[in-house]
């Protein structure tokens, strides 16, 4: 997602996945805690008796987004290889990054139209995971819990029809996988430098003949009116980060215009 890779930790969990080196750093898990504890707590209140409680629940979380997070960077790592170039995945604190190791043949670097692929490839791929999730409840008749905006669609909506879930796990497991799955490809589409999509409308500005500088106020006005619109809306930790990504993209900003 963004900011810098943090440095390696004797509590880190590393493994490999289809050759690409994966590290989940310790604080990974710190803020998996810490938002997550809401949504766990919320659901243990509302299961009752037939919660498997907040611990468990944490575990769960902690869990789903683990894999949806290195779904998403994984699909980067994917796209990174179609073009020669080697990366490895870290999974910390603000999410996870693909991150490029080596290149190979000629692929010393990206053309705009690579460079947008290899921005979108990570959400696309984690919003996949989530709507084969999806499927995979609608298949065996069972009423998947669509998050906003997928309840916004009609089709959607008479696609995942069928009986409740029975089973509490399974529930869980629904929940708490789809909705992070989906909020948090869409929040890295949206054109603001780190993100997914600031990267992706950079290589389209590029395209066309345009410069950084042009990337980075895109990313101020789109950083100022999400800021707005999550405050209006009560989203107070999401109105904090863009008015942070916004103040970052602005001071970038400042600093290009003065180097040109």
Same mark, same amino acid.
């Not at 938002?35 to 659901?43: K, V």
């Given at each position: ?9 004797p509590y880190d969990l590393q493994f490999q996945l289809l050759g690409f080196p994966v590290r989940v ?31 468990? $629940? ?6 789903? *987004? ?7 960077? @994984?699909?980067? %790592? !994917? =796209? &990174?290889?179609k073009y020669g170039i080697e990366s490895r995945i870290v999974l910390y604190f603000m999410g996870g ?12 670097? $990206? ?6 692929? *290899? ?7 984690? @919003?996949?995971? %989530? !709507? =084969? &999730? ?22 959607l909506v008479n696609m995942t029809q069928g009986r409740q879930i029975d089973s509490v796990g399974l ?13 948090? =490809? ?75």
């Amino acid at each position: 997602m963004f900011l810098q890779e943090p440095d390696a930790s004797p509590y880190d969990l590393q493994f490999q996945l289809l050759g690409f080196p994966v590290r989940v750093s310790w604080t990974f898990w710190v803020a998996a805690t810490v938002i997550g504890y809401e949504l766990a707590t919320s659901l243990d209140g509302l299961l009752r008796e037939q919660s498997l409680g907040v611990l468990t $629940l944490l575990v769960i979380w902690g869990l789903c *987004i683990l894999v949806s997070i290195t779904i998403h960077e @994984l699909g980067h %790592a !994917l =796209a &990174f290889r179609k073009y020669g170039i080697e990366s490895r995945i870290v999974l910390y604190f603000m999410g996870g990054m693909a991150i490029p190791t080596r290149s190979s043949g000629l692929q010393d670097g $990206l053309e705009p139209k690579q460079a947008m692929w *290899i921005a979108i490839a990570g959400p696309l791929a984690q @919003l996949a995971s %989530a !709507l =084969a &999730f999806i499927l995979l409840l609608s298949a065996a008749s069972y009423a998947a819990p669509l998050p906003w905006p997928l309840d916004q669609f009609d089709v959607l909506v008479n696609m995942t029809q069928g009986r409740q879930i029975d089973s509490v796990g399974l529930l869980a497991v629904a929940i708490m996988y789809i909705q992070p799955s989906i909020h948090w =490809a869409i929040l890295n589409l949206i054109p603001v430098w780190p993100l997914d999509g600031g990267r992706f409308i950079q290589a389209l500005i590029q395209l066309f003949g345009g410069t950084v500088l042009t990337t980075m106020k895109v990313g101020v006005a789109v950083s100022a009116v999400v800021a707005v619109f999550a405050f209006q809306n009560e989203m107070q930790f999401l109105a904090f980060m863009f008015l942070i990504l916004g103040w970052n993209n602005f001071q970038a900003l400042k600093q290009l215009q003065h180097r040109y």
